[in-house]
């Protein structure tokens, strides 16, 4: 009897957004998409083509989220110690030139390079992500680095009724919606309660766990504070800028290059900021 009523609800199971086997959903990116972990080295035309070829593109990012969870996801598969970055989807655009674009046409609306990058020359047009920090930098587009493809999700309305098998699920490292960084061995999760629909935004700020208690910047959870990403001219030694924000999106910033995503300020605690970001210990 048992056996019938599951067989029978199953014909009404929808199918969802999924990504074929081998392939990661997004957690951030809208609309959604499946990203390919390419192992195989490959310079950047080549592994653009290959991303063509699965009905994708290099990937692009439009916000610190995602860019965070792409890396933190190369992390589990780009184990090769050899490996210190991977290709996205940005390409110097020669035709205006100073312009950065992405691939896929995407607006280039955020963008999370490292200290000193692009780098303005010539022979550096291509962009790939650091795998410590998720920053990115300009690179020979002739090195063979892995890459990671972004592919649209199929929307799929068919009924299944195939899978009667129950699949044994690998046990959850991190509660739902968390993200696990291996780097770390921790669960993170971004709570954002301000959502802006501009390309760029003063308010795009998080807290962190960070504070400055009797003099010295301090973490929360009692970790050594021995690594820090302060934007230039931060800290400042007023008094009242004692608790720690950092940018998680793009800033209005007219000149922009000093003013980017990760990076810190330290912040009067009294400011109503309406995302921070937590941490917490894995679950399994
Ligand atoms: C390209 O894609 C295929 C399958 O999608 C994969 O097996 C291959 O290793 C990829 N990489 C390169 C560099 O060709
Ligand atoms: C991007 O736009 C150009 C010019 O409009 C077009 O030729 C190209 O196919 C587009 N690429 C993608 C990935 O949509
Ligand atoms: C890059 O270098 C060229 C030539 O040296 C210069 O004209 C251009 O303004 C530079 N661009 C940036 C973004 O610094
Ligand atoms: C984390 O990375 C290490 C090696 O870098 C690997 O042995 C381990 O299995 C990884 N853990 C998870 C949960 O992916």
Known sequence: MLCFIILFTNLFVYTYATCPSGQIPSKFADPPVCYSFEKAKANWFAAMENCTEKGGNLVSFHSMFENMFVNGEAGNFFTDSSTSDFWIGGIYNTISPGKWS?????????????????????????????????????????????????????????????????????????????????????????????????????????????????????WTDGTPFDYSSWVHGRPVSDSRYQCVESWIGQTCDGDGWDLGPTEWANQNCDVKILNFICKKGRIS
Request: aromatic share 16%; proline share 4%; hydrophobic share 30%.
């Open 102 to 218: 992405w691939i896929d046409n995407s607006t280039f609306d955020f963008f999370d390079w490292d200290k000193g990058q692009p780098q303005n020359t010539t022979d550096s047009v291509c962009a790939s992500a650091i795998m410590n920090g998720a920053k990115w930098q300009s690179e020979d587009c002739f090195i063979d680095k892995p890459f990671v493809c972004e592919i649209k999700q199929l929307l799929s309305t068919s009924p299944t009724t195939t899978t009667t098998t129950t699949t044994t699920k690998k046990p959850n490292i991190c509660p739902d919606s968390w993200i696990y960084y291996n780097s770390s061995n921790f669960c993170y999760k971004a709570f954002q309660m301000y959502k802006t629909c501009n390309a760029c935004d003063w308010s795009v700020q998080a807290w962190i766990g960070l504070s400055r208690i009797a003099g010295n910047f301090q």
